[in-house]
C-alpha cells in the first residue's frame, strides 16, 4: 500500500515527544490530511459533462462536443446551495467516464476548449474552485481513469497521459483536500471510434502505487486519496450513503484473489465494516445522489431525497464514523433545479437546529478514573469543551471505566454523540449507555466502532436527568466528546414537484415471452419489493406485450430488484414497438450504467412520440456477466404516454 505514513500526530513538546503523560497510540493513526477529512464530515460532488445533455448516467464517449454549452451556468449558485446544506467541501468532476475535460487539458482535444461554451475560453473546474473558496469551502478533483472516448485507452500512452491530466489539474487549482478515483475501469465504450470492449488489468495498468499515487503525494500532500481500497479513504461498498452499525476506520485491503489490491480489484467483504484489526487508517466515504442519478435527469425532479431523508443519511454516515459525500446534479443550463435547492437548504437548517446547542453543555461529570489524577489535562469537563482532541483518558491498565452525567436539570433527547480522540487511534470496542429510573440503572443506547465520531439515534426522545457511560477498550481510553440532543422538527421542501405516471397496466397482455420461467405478473403489480426473476437463458432474449390498444408513447421505465441481490439487472436493452405486431421499429436501445452499484429506477425517454399498441422490450446483456447466459429480474416495468401525463407529488 501506498500511505502516507502512521505517524503520531499529539500534544509534543519541541522534539516531537509525548507531553503530560499521554496514552500511546493504539494502532493506526491518521495523518494531517486524515484529520482534516474527518474534520470536515460533508461535501459534495457535482456531476456535470455532456452526459448530462444526452440525458444518460455513463457517457459512451461519442457526444460531440458541440453538445456542451450550458447558457446559464452558475458556478456560485451550485457552491452556495451545497454550503447551505453544510457542506464544507465541493469535488469537482473533472472528467467522467466519458472522457469530456471540464478543464483545457493539453492531453486531449476533447476537452471545453473546443466546446461553444464560453466561447471555448472557459474553465470549468476553475470556476468551481473559485465559487467554492468563495464560500469557505475546500476544494477536490475527481478524474476518471476508464476513459470511453480516449482511441489509447488500453496502452501505456493513455495511462501516461492520465497522469498528466492529474498533474495538470494538481498544480493549477490551488490545495485539493481530495483526489477522488472510483472502481469502474474497462468495459465497451466509443474509443476513438472503435465502438467495442475493451478489458484492463486493473491491478496493473494505472501503476497506482509505482507512477500514480506518487504524483498525489508530491504536488498535494493536503489531500486524501479516495477509491475503494484507499489508501486514505475507502468507499463503503454501496452509493446507498450508509455505513454499517459497525464500522472500524481501520483496514487492510486485499485483492479478490488475495493478491495485492487496487481501484476496482479489491475484496469486498469489508469496504462497509472495515476490520478491527486492519494495518491502515482506511476510513469509509459514504457516497450518495441527492436524485436517483448522479447526473440529472428531467423525469427524477419527484424524486429529490427530501431534508429528513438526507439527515437520516447523515445519522448513518457521519453518525457512524465515516464521511458523507453527497452527489448534485446540475440541468443542462447549468444550475442546480429549483427542488434541489430547497431539499438542500432545508437540511442544513435542520442539521444547524439539530446540532447547534449540546443539551449535556452544563452536565456535571463523575468519572470511576481519571489519568495520573490530572483532572486538568485528563478530565471529563474535555468532553464539553468543543475541541475534538482535548479528552477524558484512565490510566493504563484501566480499560473499562465508567462515566456518570448529572444533567443540571431534566432533559428530553433523542440523540447521543461520542468522539475518540482519534490522533491517539480508534481505542473503543464498545460504549453502553444507561439511564438512572425508578432508583436504578436501566440500559438506553449502545454503540460499537466509536472513533472520530458516533451518533446514536433513539427510537423516541426520552427524559432523563442522570446518565452512565461504561466503556470497553484494550487500552486506556480517549474519549474526547459527549453531546446530547434533540432533532429539530421534521422539515419538507418548499418546492412543488410532477410525478410522472405510467399507462394504466391492467389491460397488458403477454404474447412473447423468451424466457418462459418465473412469474412475468410481478414485473407490472405495483409492487417494488416483488420481481420477475427468470432462470438463466442464453441472451439476447425478448419479451413482447400487447397493451390492449394504441397510446402515444413517450418512452418507458426498468426498475431493477430492490433486495440488495445483483442477479439479473438489465445493462444493455432494446425497446421496439409496433402497431400490429407484425412490423416493428426500434425506438431505443442502450445501456443502463451503474446499475449493481446505484440499482434505482431507469427511465429512457423516446427522441420522438410513437403511436403504438405492442412494444417489445429485448435484453442484450445483464450486469456483471462475462458470457452469454444469465437470468433477468425485473421489479417493475412501464410505459409512458401523453394521457398519463405528470400529477402533483
Given at each position: 500500500?501506498?500511505?502516507?505514513?502512521?505517524?503520531?500526530?499529539?500534544?509534543?513538546?519541541?522534539?516531537?515527544?509525548?507531553?503530560?503523560?499521554?496514552?500511546?497510540?493504539?494502532?493506526?493513526?491518521?495523518?494531517?490530511?486524515?484529520?482534516?477529512?474527518?474534520?470536515?464530515?460533508?461535501?459534495?460532488?457535482?456531476?456535470?459533462?455532456?452526459?448530462?445533455?444526452?440525458?444518460?448516467?455513463?457517457?459512451?464517449?461519442?457526444?460531440?462536443?458541440?453538445?456542451?454549452?450550458?447558457?446559464?451556468?452558475?458556478?456560485?449558485?451550485?457552491?452556495?446551495?451545497?454550503?447551505?446544506?453544510?457542506?464544507?467541501?465541493?469535488?469537482?468532476?473533472?472528467?467522467?467516464?466519458?472522457?469530456?475535460?471540464?478543464?483545457?487539458?493539453?492531453?486531449?482535444?476533447?476537452?471545453?476548449?473546443?466546446?461553444?461554451?464560453?466561447?471555448?475560453?472557459?474553465?470549468?473546474?476553475?470556476?468551481?474552485?473559485?465559487?467554492?473558496?468563495?464560500?469557505?469551502?475546500?476544494?477536490?478533483?475527481?478524474?476518471?481513469?476508464?476513459?470511453?472516448?480516449?482511441?489509447?485507452?488500453?496502452?501505456?500512452?493513455?495511462?501516461?497521459?492520465?497522469?498528466?491530466?492529474?498533474?495538470?489539474?494538481?498544480?493549477?487549482?490551488?490545495?485539493?483536500?481530495?483526489?477522488?478515483?472510483?472502481?469502474?475501469?474497462?468495459?465497451?465504450?466509443?474509443?476513438?471510434?472503435?465502438?467495442?470492449?475493451?478489458?484492463?488489468?486493473?491491478?496493473?495498468?494505472?501503476?497506482?502505487?509505482?507512477?500514480?499515487?506518487?504524483?498525489?503525494?508530491?504536488?498535494?500532500?493536503?489531500?486524501?486519496?479516495?477509491?475503494?481500497?484507499?489508501?486514505?479513504?475507502?468507499?463503503?461498498?454501496?452509493?446507498?450513503?450508509?455505513?454499517?452499525?459497525?464500522?472500524?476506520?481501520?483496514?487492510?485491503?486485499i485483492g479478490p484473489d488475495g493478491?495485492?489490491?487496487?481501484?476496482?480489484?479489491?475484496?469486498?467483504?469489508?469496504?462497509?465494516?472495515?476490520?478491527?484489526?486492519?494495518?491502515?487508517?482506511?476510513?469509509?466515504?459514504?457516497?450518495?445522489?441527492?436524485?436517483?442519478?448522479?447526473?440529472?435527469?428531467?423525469?427524477?425532479?419527484?424524486?429529490?431525497?427530501?431534508?429528513?431523508?438526507?439527515?437520516?443519511?447523515?445519522?448513518?454516515?457521519?453518525?457512524?464514523?465515516?464521511?458523507?459525500?453527497?452527489?448534485?446534479?446540475?440541468?443542462?443550463?447549468?444550475?442546480?433545479?429549483?427542488?434541489?435547492?430547497?431539499?438542500?437548504?432545508?437540511?442544513?437548517?435542520?442539521?444547524?437546529?439539530?446540532?447547534?446547542?449540546?443539551?449535556?453543555?452544563?452536565?456535571?461529570?463523575?468519572?470511576?478514573?481519571?489519568?495520573?489524577?490530572?483532572?486538568?489535562?485528563?478530565?471529563?469537563?474535555?468532553?464539553?469543551?468543543?475541541?475534538?482532541?482535548?479528552?477524558?483518558?484512565?490510566?493504563?491498565?484501566?480499560?473499562?471505566?465508567?462515566?456518570?452525567?448529572?444533567?443540571?436539570?431534566?432533559?428530553?433527547?433523542?440523540?447521543?454523540?461520542?468522539?475518540?480522540?482519534?490522533?491517539?487511534?480508534?481505542?473503543?470496542?464498545?460504549?453502553?449507555?444507561?439511564?438512572?429510573?425508578?432508583?436504578?440503572?436501566?440500559?438506553?443506547?449502545?454503540?460499537?466502532?466509536?472513533?472520530?465520531?458516533?451518533?446514536?439515534?433513539?427510537?423516541?426522545?426520552?427524559?432523563?436527568?442522570?446518565?452512565?457511560?461504561?466503556?470497553?477498550?484494550?487500552?486506556?481510553?480517549?474519549?474526547?466528546?459527549?453531546?446530547?440532543?434533540?432533532?429539530?422538527?421534521p422539515s419538507r421542501p418548499s418546492?412543488?414537484?410532477?410525478?410522472?405516471?405510467?399507462?394504466?397496466?391492467?389491460?397488458?397482455?403477454?404474447?412473447?415471452?423468451?424466457?418462459?420461467?418465473?412469474?412475468?405478473?410481478?414485473?407490472?403489480?405495483?409492487?417494488?419489493?416483488?420481481?420477475?426473476?427468470?432462470?438463466?437463458?442464453?441472451?439476447?432474449?425478448?419479451?413482447?406485450?400487447?397493451?390492449?390498444?394504441?397510446?402515444?408513447?413517450?418512452?418507458?421505465?426498468?426498475?431493477?430488484?430492490?433486495?440488495?441481490?445483483?442477479?439479473?439487472?438489465?445493462?444493455?436493452?432494446?425497446?421496439?414497438?409496433?402497431?400490429?405486431?407484425?412490423?416493428?421499429?426500434?425506438?431505443?436501445?442502450?445501456?443502463?450504467?451503474?446499475?449493481?452499484?446505484?440499482?434505482?429506477?431507469?427511465?429512457?425517454a423516446f427522441d420522438d412520440e410513437?403511436?403504438?399498441?405492442?412494444?417489445?422490450?429485448?435484453?442484450?446483456?445483464?450486469?456483471?456477466?462475462?458470457?452469454?447466459?444469465?437470468?433477468?429480474?425485473?421489479?417493475?416495468?412501464?410505459?409512458?404516454?401523453?394521457?398519463?401525463?405528470?400529477?402533483?407529488?
Amino acid at each position: 500500500m501506498w500511505l502516507a505514513g502512521l505517524i503520531v500526530i499529539g500534544s509534543c513538546d519541541s522534539s516531537g515527544n509525548r507531553t503530560k503523560n499521554e496514552p500511546a497510540p493504539y494502532g493506526p493513526i491518521p495523518t494531517a490530511a486524515q484529520l482534516n477529512w474527518h474534520e470536515m464530515e460533508l461535501y459534495c460532488l457535482i456531476h456535470f459533462t455532456p452526459t448530462t445533455f444526452q440525458n444518460k448516467e455513463w457517457g459512451f464517449g461519442d457526444a460531440p462536443v458541440s453538445l456542451f454549452n450550458p447558457q446559464h451556468f452558475d458556478a456560485n449558485q451550485i457552491a452556495a446551495a451545497a454550503k447551505s446544506a453544510g457542506c464544507n467541501g465541493l469535488i469537482s468532476v473533472a472528467k467522467h467516464h466519458d472522457g469530456f475535460c471540464l478543464w483545457p487539458t493539453k492531453t486531449t482535444d476533447y476537452n471545453i476548449s473546443n466546446s461553444p461554451w464560453r466561447n471555448g475560453e472557459g474553465d470549468m473546474v476553475k470556476e468551481f474552485m473559485e465559487a467554492a473558496h468563495k464560500q469557505g469551502m475546500q476544494f477536490g478533483i475527481y478524474v476518471s481513469a476508464w476513459d470511453r472516448h480516449d482511441a489509447a485507452y488500453g496502452n501505456e500512452e493513455y495511462a501516461e497521459a492520465y497522469r498528466e491530466q492529474l498533474r495538470e489539474l494538481y498544480s493549477g487549482y490551488g490545495e485539493l483536500f481530495t483526489s477522488w478515483h472510483d472502481g469502474a475501469n474497462g468495459g465497451d465504450g466509443y474509443y476513438g471510434g472503435a465502438n467495442e470492449m475493451r478489458r484492463i488489468d486493473r491491478s496493473t495498468y494505472y501503476e497506482w502505487e509505482e507512477k500514480t499515487w506518487p504524483i498525489t503525494r508530491e504536488m498535494q500532500p493536503t489531500a486524501v486519496i479516495f477509491s475503494d481500497i484507499g489508501p486514505d479513504t475507502r468507499w463503503v461498498g454501496n452509493e446507498k450513503g450508509i455505513a454499517p452499525e459497525t464500522s472500524w476506520a481501520t483496514f487492510t485491503p486485499i485483492g479478490p484473489d488475495g493478491g495485492k489490491a487496487a481501484p476496482g480489484h479489491v475484496d469486498d467483504r469489508f469496504l462497509g465494516s472495515g476490520q478491527r484489526d486492519g494495518k491502515f487508517w482506511i476510513p469509509a466515504e459514504c457516497d450518495v445522489p441527492l436524485r436517483p442519478g448522479w447526473f440529472y435527469h428531467p423525469e427524477q425532479d419527484h424524486q429529490v431525497k427530501t431534508p429528513d431523508q438526507l439527515f437520516d443519511l447523515y445519522l448513518k454516515s457521519v453518525g457512524r464514523g465515516a464521511a458523507l459525500n453527497l452527489g448534485l446534479a446540475p440541468d443542462t443550463n447549468g444550475l442546480l433545479h429549483a427542488a434541489d435547492v430547497a431539499s438542500l437548504e432545508g437540511f442544513g437548517k435542520k442539521l444547524a437546529q439539530t446540532f447547534s446547542t449540546n443539551l449535556a453543555a452544563e452536565a456535571r461529570f463523575e468519572t470511576s478514573n481519571v489519568r495520573d489524577g490530572d483532572t486538568d489535562h485528563f478530565g471529563a469537563r474535555n468532553l464539553i469543551d468543543n475541541d475534538r482532541y482535548s479528552y477524558w483518558a484512565s490510566d493504563d491498565g484501566v480499560t473499562s471505566p465508567e462515566l456518570i452525567i448529572d444533567l443540571e436539570r431534566a432533559t428530553t433527547f433523542d440523540l447521543i454523540r461520542l468522539r475518540e480522540n482519534i490522533k491517539l487511534g480508534q481505542r473503543l470496542d464498545s460504549v453502553w449507555v444507561d439511564m438512572w429510573q425508578g432508583g436504578e440503572w436501566a440500559p438506553l443506547a449502545h454503540a460499537t466502532s466509536i472513533g472520530a465520531s458516533r451518533i446514536i439515534p433513539l427510537e423516541k426522545p426520552v427524559t432523563a436527568h442522570r446518565l452512565r457511560l461504561r466503556l470497553f477498550a484494550p487500552v486506556a481510553v480517549a474519549l474526547s466528546d459527549f453531546g446530547l440532543f434533540k432533532e429539530a422538527n421534521p422539515s419538507r421542501p418548499s418546492h412543488s414537484v410532477m410525478e410522472r405516471v405510467g399507462v394504466d397496466r391492467t389491460g397488458w397482455r403477454l404474447i412473447d415471452n423468451g424466457f418462459e420461467n418465473g412469474d412475468p405478473a410481478l414485473a407490472v403489480d405495483g409492487r417494488t419489493e416483488t420481481f420477475w426473476l427468470t432462470e438463466g437463458k442464453k441472451l439476447p432474449q425478448q419479451v413482447a406485450i400487447d397493451m390492449g390498444r394504441t397510446h402515444t408513447v413517450t418512452g418507458f421505465s426498468y426498475l431493477p430488484r430492490q433486495d440488495g441481490e445483483t442477479a439479473g439487472l438489465v445493462s444493455r436493452f432494446q425497446l421496439t414497438t409496433s402497431n400490429d405486431g407484425n412490423t416493428w421499429e426500434t425506438v431505443a436501445l442502450g445501456e443502463f450504467a451503474n446499475i449493481v452499484a446505484n440499482p434505482a429506477m431507469q427511465y429512457v425517454a423516446f427522441d420522438d412520440e410513437v403511436e403504438a399498441r405492442y412494444f417489445r422490450f429485448t435484453i442484450d446483456a445483464v450486469a456483471g456477466v462475462v458470457g452469454d447466459r444469465s437470468p433477468v429480474s425485473i421489479a417493475e416495468f412501464n410505459i409512458y404516454d401523453q394521457e398519463a401525463g405528470d400529477r402533483p407529488k
